[in-house]
């Protein structure tokens, strides 16, 4: 009996294996006229499968355009993408880089898109592109401002690299630190307690917020409270908010332990606003219902406008109805809108430049100036960053929303806001 | 006074994920490290239940404890069996099967941070100056007594007194008629029960997400390792000692330490003494 | 009673017992019997590289190299010293770490800092280990278990050596073809190596104290001292992976301690056959491709992984290799008595 089910293993593994190794000789050698895209995302989790999402619908609806336009020849847009795996604990980031050599190596990717999701993988990505030449926009996750600071240090051993999706110390200069003084000119806050997680791009924005709004004339209560990822009780740090009566609770946090914070929040009914500046949880449009509206009234910066519903420009709402028909769900994490532009602003450099080659291509991109989903999107020339700003018509916008009655409102930047900020009932005194 | 509150319900939380992992080692000397899986696939479970069938939430607690204490069951019976005896194939088996699941899950679109459990009853109480939910309330009252139903069970049941028959001594146990692969399948299934109610109780603080596997995973073999592999008390008391000693790094030293606090128990223990607080295997103590 | 039973007998091939000793070079035929095998699998990996479709394949198949390291260092540990590592994921962080720090702080090249990153390595987790060497059984596996989360713990929490990003612009090789070829050649000197080593004397002290250790004390001798030989060979074989690792991606971080460096060895012993120090390495072989084929069906792909390495534990849990060996050693063959 042993012997038979031990053939019966064997059996079934050659012909698995056979199976595969049929089907990869086979596959006739495809003379692709597309250009092909490729995507190293984390597709399990929410900052890789927005991604994916949005550059398929952009790519779909360049091909149903008719394509790119490449010298005269129209070509269309092909994607592959390839699961890195690279947000999950255990892996390890080689996997992610490996991905990233199989598309280019295998798949013949022309263009890198989307990722790699992890600033330590996008990092570590950045040697292999420039080993390759090959030109990528990253369009969600690395929030790292070490990312186009490496660019501009050694510019011609990383010109192929450029970010479409905003960073840190923007964030966190213009968009966090208006907000928070707006929000205390207008309800007369100044304490405010902050909580990270224990990743390179939090502790960096958070001790960042901690210097300057300190220097602004605010309480600043303690220094960073710093958790590290996987921590599931937040209870101590509340306690301290609430002891020493903090209004502002400052949240920087991509892991989903996030809903726990913010339900001991509710139910302590803490005379505090959560203010994400990254808050993983909060970003979905199933997080209400998901919470029971425990949510509400916590804020959220989606990094990039267009994430949720806004008018920054009259491309926003168009792509919000297009993403809802096509997904049966609105834009979620803050990585869509970005993905969505990627597609079109390489449609439009390439047509620019009349060809693929990586050089032409990069400084078609560094001319770029569209007017996209989130504002007008224009690269830095020595950062290959793309240049943000508070208006729509300068350049690329940010977005905080605020969770009222069951709704994601955008509530800053001014220029394209949807509502006003409001404080949960129990504050106000 | 906070650290008291938050101190014993941190406890009781690590004690509930341990438990079920102590109790499987300390029957049958396997080492189940589909432990995880089984956590985080019964929060599944129930939320599919509750949320996408509508079932009412006490009866889906019955149904996912019921099938939970199969699926262990099962696990053992079809597969643990087979290696039972040589250790690091029942870890490797033990831990490729909660990876299958785990990742199973993932594939079946089980991704996201949507997905939650109501809590039993809303709102907060403060006591003396301290809020406190009504959950974690019912999280400690629920753990006490299922520490003290576990007491009661293995010292007056039949089976229980078998399941502690075979945790000290197995041929002992043997010749006096007690079935040990019976005994290992029971005592599987309730570790899997265990895994079951700790995910039910502690899931609805916050959303289930399958990485949530991988740390309860860890957090139960920390407490089980620094209360003595064998021994359920032992589990109990090193998660109180975890527990607090998490709570008051937080507190004093700084909270980014919380992690390592409890990864580093399990060294010094293993060091200083490796059987444990109260463990039984004492032929570990014999060092050579 | 007059049962006729049919039972299965074991032989040695004749061809077996004939080359057993000086008698080997008699023939021609006996010399091929012994080297052809070892020939193939050398001529195979050297030849390997060559033969592969693309680049991408190229980079499989270092990847594969760097885990038969720590696929030899594990089988080496578990069955021939009897200690049953669970980390070495703990090897290949610490390595490739001082191969990273060597290299962005001191500025020594890839072929300097290789070496030293594996003895130094070596010696590092020696000592950090020497406190759980009496420990045994699955405590010892448990605790090398947990040495790389507590390490990733530790650095994440004190912001030390780059914190979560890690150190990036390492060095990379100068040419593709050394970087593909070291670690080959690499791999088949330890493979080698080790099989010589564990028939050497201190082979034998190693085998004894897998055996029984309490022997071994009684005869007079350290045991502590020797595994911690043990540990230093197996946790030198893990820092030279992490070390090249860290040369071929031009980066090192905390994510070098996944848990994912740990059980893929682990695995590929168990298929590839335990106690051969050769199966491992062709477990190797076997699981990282398929693990690559199988990218086609995304996150699939590990429950399918799983599932094989469940039913080779539970159904076959000797390996292909000692399966491999004894049918080329011996045949079988049904008696009736």
Known sequence: ?429 | MDILIYGTINSMALALMALGFALVYGISRVANFAHGALYVISGFVTWGFVRALGVNYLLSIFLTMIIIGVVGALIYQFILIRVRGMAISEIIASYAIGLAILEGLRWGGFKGMTYTLPVFIEGSVDIGEIPVDFHRLVVVGIGAAVVAFLWLFTHHTRIGLALRGMAQDERAALMLGIDSDLMAVVAMALGSMLAGLAAILLLPLGNIVVEAGYNVLILAIAVCIVGGLGSWMGAVLAAFLIGFAQILTVKYLGSHYQMVVALLAIIFTLVLRPSGLFGQQKELEERV | MNNEQRRKERLDRGIKVRTDGLYAIMSLRELCYLTVPRLVLIVGMLVLPLVMPSMYWQRVISIVCIYAFLALGFDFLAHFVGLVCLGGAFFIGVGGYLAAILNTFWGFPPLVTIPIATLLGGAICTLLLLPCLPLRGVYFAIVTLMYPLVLMRIIEALNILGGTDGIMGVASFANRWIEQYFVIVMVLLFLFGLRRLVNLDIGLVFRAVKDNDQAVRASGMNITFYKAIAVFVASALGCLAGACLVHMYMWSGISLFALDFSILPIAATVIGGAGTVVGPVLGCFILVPISELLRAFGTLRIVFYCLILVAFIVFRSEGIMVYGQRKYHQFERWVTI
Not at chain 1, 54 to 66: D, F
Not at chain 1, 414 to 422: F, S, T
Request: glycine share 8%; net charge positive.
């Open chain 1, 1 to 429: 009996m042993k012997k038979k089910s031990m053939w019966g293993v064997i059996i079934v593994v050659i012909v698995v294996i056979a199976a595969f190794v049929i089907y990869y000789a086979t596959r006739p050698p495809k003379i692709e006229p597309g250009i092909v895209i490729g995507c190293p995302l984390s597709t399990a989790f929410l900052y890789g499968w927005d991604a994916e999402r949005a550059i398929t619908l952009a790519v779909e609806e360049i091909n149903a355009a008719g394509g790119v336009n490449v010298a005269g020849k129209k070509r269309p847009f092909k994607v592959e993408v390839i699961d890195t795996r690279d947000l999950e604990p255990g892996v390890p980031v080689s996997e992610a880089l490996l991905v990233v050599e199989k598309l280019i190596l295998e798949k013949k990717a022309d263009f890198i898109l989307g990722g790699p999701v992890r600033s330590e993988a996008a990092l570590a990505a950045m040697d292999l592109l420039s080993k390759y030449k090959k030109v990528s926009i990253l369009t969600t996750g690395v929030l790292t401002p070490k990312y186009h600071a490496r660019v501009a240090k050694e510019y011609d051993k990383f010109k192929y690299c450029f970010r479409i999706t905003g960073e840190a110390v923007w964030m966190v200069t213009g968009e966090i630190i208006p907000c928070l003084v707006d929000i205390g000119q207008r309800f007369g806050l100044d304490r405010i307690f902050i909580m990270i997680q224990d990743v390179a791009h939090a502790r960096g924005g958070g001790g960042l917020i901690a210097k300057i709004m300190a220097k602004k004339g605010w309480h600043v209560i303690g220094k960073p409270e710093i958790y590290p990822t996987g921590t599931t009780d937040f209870s101590m740090g509340l306690i301290k908010a609430k002891k020493e009566k903090a209004q502002v609770i400052l949240i920087w946090m991509d892991m989903p332990e996030t809903s726990i914070l913010l339900k001991q929040w509710y139910d302590m009914k803490l005379p505090a606003l959560p203010f994400g500046s990254i808050i993983a949880a909060a970003e979905q449009p199933g997080f209400w219902k998901a919470t029971e509206g425990k949510g509400e009234y916590c804020l959220a910066n989606v990094v990039n406008a267009g994430n949720a519903p806004s008018n920054a420009t009259p491309w926003t709402m168009k792509f919000v109805e297009a993403y809802k028909k096509r997904w049966n769900i609105e834009p979620e994490g803050y990585g869509t809108s970005t993905s969505y532009m990627a597609p079109y602003v390489l449609k439009d450099a390439i047509e620019r430049a009349g060809s693929l080659e990586p050089d032409a291509i990069i400084k078609a991109l560094e001319a770029t100036d569209m007017m996209g989903v989130y504002g007008r999107i224009r690269f830095d020339p020595k950062s290959h960053q793309v240049i943000p700003s508070v208006d729509p018509e300068e350049g690329a916008v940010g977005s905080i929303f605020q969770w009222q009655a069951k709704k994601r409102v955008v509530v800053f930047p001014k220029k394209i806001a949807m509502g006003e900020i409001q404080l949960p009932p129990w504050m106000k005194k």
